[in-house]
């Protein structure tokens, strides 16, 4: 009750809590400090709950949790003073994606894992109290993407996409497992099997040498340690999801980008924000797909996969090509956003709330969405990383006056962009943007950088805005690149859904031009890369990439 | 009008375990402070003593272990209006925007403008519930009393029951904290 009462008094009056000091302090003194245990432990009272209650309760409570801190970080990032909660929160939610050796296990006997705590025994099946059995694993998430995922993605005639009831059961056409219905629980009730030791100890990748001085870096470190050999640990996906839709929300919305244009410190906040997103969901997905079940699990639900990415597709504007190529793509395209030029911070607004539904709804969200889920926030937080960074430096260089140029070189012209760049065909292409258009391309009304934009970027050779690049964007880049390279490399060669690969082949695009935009002798390591962007016009044409 | 011996006339009747009587006890607490939150003129009769007493005799018949869940149902309603009440009021009277609407709309047509801008002593003590009110908040999610409610814990947090013993087989020492030992 008192956790209800916080949710309206937080959400029903906001403005009291932005605008006057006495409230703005007790968010800081006594709100946040109390979610701190909650989120904490979120993954552990899930399964408690799971366990003694089902997982309708089990799902209530921990969508009731998320969304306090899910508005508390919406509505109160940009609060003055507030910023290193904000922090703190998102770190406790990433902590509780991935496994952890002091979980429920460790505290019940500090050698059984969640697996065994929880009854599943070695047939995947959890077993409850009262006797009944699951099947977790492939068979739950099969099941669960039928019943809680395409039959949710009715696609109504007005343009929206209406959410049916989630019937139980459903016959699986994937040739997994069966699992015995369980009330509209059953999607939610999913376990995601991750990998603890994807293919034995990393390889040393760019960037991997720089010390990690994250607050996550020690759950880093147990998570490491944690690792056996090839063991193959089962985490709830509930929690998983609800707070991955919380970071897509807040990486979506405007305020990381608010908070970076506040100066050097908000950039330094931000960057840890940054740094433990990334580094958690490229490390879930890593784990995921290290389980052959998992890739074989998304491949088999590609009807929810394409539901879900078209969808998103549609609002970010720009995978034309994947839209023109895709002739589903064109007819779900005409159907969502007809023949209107609406807003995209409208509809920006509208995955918001589509995605908050469909995770928040009591039949929950199976396995295969979560990692869809988790792919897609992968690649909304570099978009808005990328977004942010160069959004700051060209604020700055439209200052030159205001700010203390140690060299004074070039501020002027830094927005003048001229490039020559060799499209796939092999013929040389002038692109040409001046400052006018650079941040038009940059302004609120388009939430990621065309693509035009970055292969267009000139390389900065004022000092300063280098160091604003380095201190925003190519400090996180360097400690997660490695891994969110290793992701993309494992879905191109996976997964042949051309927009999947589109989507990954534009991610290495993103992050690596930051590396690349902000020219300093890393470059040279990143210059492969950068040509699989070049080409990777070329390479999306094709329906198997390697 | 509303004194601090009626409201303990009302909390004892609270107390006394019959279902009707404790409808009956909410009933008149929540239209008592409506009545009085409505009338700009008795918003003073709602002080922090007051409030806090309202707040108490609801959050007491919000045990459902104890009272039927109608009455836990008709209070928990009653803790939510009581708490729009004093957040609204918080709202007019802190928020720039919300002040000089509600100047705007307390001066009347025939008064001059000198005349409204006087100094009016602030007598209402609404905001400072909220405060309170949030901060208790805070501590009942936690498990704790709270410290203007004194005494009054909210229910306990599914995360204590549950994992109370859990942190018990672990640590091997005394339970911390408050709630009950399973």
Redesign the interface.
């Known amino acids: 009750?008192?956790?209800d009462?916080?949710y309206?008094?937080i959400s029903?009056?906001k403005?009291?809590f932005q605008?006057?000091a006495?409230?703005r302090a007790?968010l800081s003194s006594?709100?946040s400090?109390?979610?701190k245990?909650?989120l904490r432990?979120l993954r552990?009272?899930y399964l408690?709950?799971l366990k003694?209650g089902g997982s309708g309760?089990s799902n209530s409570?921990t969508s009731l949790v998320v969304r306090i801190a899910r508005s508390l970080l919406l509505n109160f990032m940009t609060v003055r003073g507030f910023l290193l909660e904000v922090e703190m929160l998102v770190n406790l939610m990433m902590h509780s994606i991935l496994p952890e050796k002091m979980g429920?296990g460790a505290?019940?006997s500090g050698t059984e894992v969640p697996r065994q705590i929880i009854g599943i025994d070695d047939g995947n099946k959890l077993r409850y109290d009262d006797g009944s059995v699951q099947i977790v694993g492939l068979g739950t998430g099969v099941a669960g993407a039928l019943a809680g995922g395409l039959m949710r993605l009715a696609i109504s005639a007005q343009g929206g996409i209406k959410s049916a009831a989630a019937g139980a059961g459903g016959s699986s056409s994937s040739g997994g497992s069966h699992s015995s219905a369980r009330g509209s629980g059953l999607a939610g009730s999913g376990f995601l099997a991750l990998c603890t030791n994807p293919g034995g100890p990393s390889k040393l990748s760019p960037g991997s040498g720089v010390a990690d001085s994250s607050p996550m870096a020690n759950s880093y470190s147990a998570y490491s340690s944690n690792s056996g050999a090839n063991d193959i640990v089962y985490v709830p996906s509930y929690p998983i999801a609800v707070c991955l839709e919380t970071v897509m929300a807040l990486f979506l919305s405007d305020r990381a980008t608010d908070v970076m244009a506040m100066g050097l410190g908000g950039v330094d906040a931000v960057k840890t924000i940054y740094t433990s997103v990334i580094h958690t969901v490229s490390t879930l997905l890593n784990e995921a797909f290290a389980v052959d079940n998992n890739v074989r699990l998304v491949l088999h639900t590609s009807g929810t996969l394409l539901y879900f990415i078209l969808y998103l597709n549609f609002y970010y504007r720009d995978f034309e090509l994947a839209v023109k190529t895709s002739h589903l793509a064109g007819v779900l395209e005409n159907l969502f956003c007809g023949s209107s030029d609406s807003g995209v911070s409208e509809n920006r607004d509208a995955v918001c709330r589509f995605v908050h539904d469909q995770v928040h709804s009591p039949s929950g969200i199976s396995t295969a969405e979560v990692l869809v889920l988790a792919f897609h926030v992968l690649q909304v937080t570099t978009r808005a990383l990328v977004r942010g960074s160069l959004q700051c430096t060209m604020a700055m260089s439209k200052e030159p006056s205001t700010r203390a140029s140690p060299v004074g070189a070039s501020a002027g012209t830094s927005s003048e962009l001229v490039v020559n760049s060799t499209g796939g065909s092999g013929d040389s292409l002038t692109i040409s943007i001046d400052a006018a258009q650079a941040q038009a391309a940059m302004g609120p009304q388009h939430f990621f950088v065309p693509r035009s934009v970055l292969l267009a970027l000139p390389f900065p050779t004022d000092q300063l805005l280098t160091q604003v690049l380095n201190t925003s964007g190519r400090a996180v880049v360097e400690k997660t690149g490695g891994k969110v390279r290793d992701i993309c490399m494992s879905m191109l060669l996976k997964v042949e859904d051309t927009v999947v690969i589109r989507r990954c082949v534009g991610i290495i695009t993103e992050v690596y031009c930051l590396i690349l935009y902000s020219r300093t002798a890393a470059h040279k390591r990143y210059f492969f890369p950068i040509l699989v962007v070049r080409f990777s016009d070329r390479v999306s044409r094709t329906t198997r990439v390697m | 009008m509303c004194n601090g011996q009626d409201l303990l006339t009302a909390n004892i009747q609270a107390s006394t375990g019959k279902t009707d009587i404790q409808l009956k006890v909410l009933q008149v607490v929540l239209q008592l402070a409506n009545a009085l939150a409505v009338d700009p003129t008795s918003i003073e009769f709602l002080t922090t003593s007051v409030i806090g007493t309202m707040l108490s005799v609801s959050l007491q018949l919000c045990d459902s272990s104890r009272y039927h869940s109608s009455v836990v149902s008709s209070a928990f309603a009653t803790v939510r209006q009581l708490m729009a009440i004093i957040m609204d009021d918080a709202s007019e009277n802190l928020l720039p925007q919300q002040q000089g609407q509600r100047a705007a709309a307390v001066q009347s047509p025939g008064q001059s403008p000198a005349k409204s801008m006087a100094p009016v002593p602030n007598t209402n003590e609404l905001p400072k519930c909220a405060e309170l009110f949030i901060k208790d908040l805070s501590n009942f999610a936690k498990g704790l009393p709270g410290e203007w409610l004194n005494g009054k814990i909210l229910d306990m947090p599914w995360r204590w029951h549950l994992t109370h013993p859990f942190h018990r087989r672990r640590c091997g020492g005394p339970q911390h904290g408050h709630g009950p030992h399973i």
Do not use: K, T
Request: hydrophobic fraction near 55%.
């Open positions: 009750m008192a956790m009462l916080i309206e008094v029903g009056w403005r009291l605008e006057v006495a409230f007790i006594h709100l400090p109390c979610m245990p909650y432990n552990d009272d408690v709950v003694s309760p409570q429920i505290m019940l």
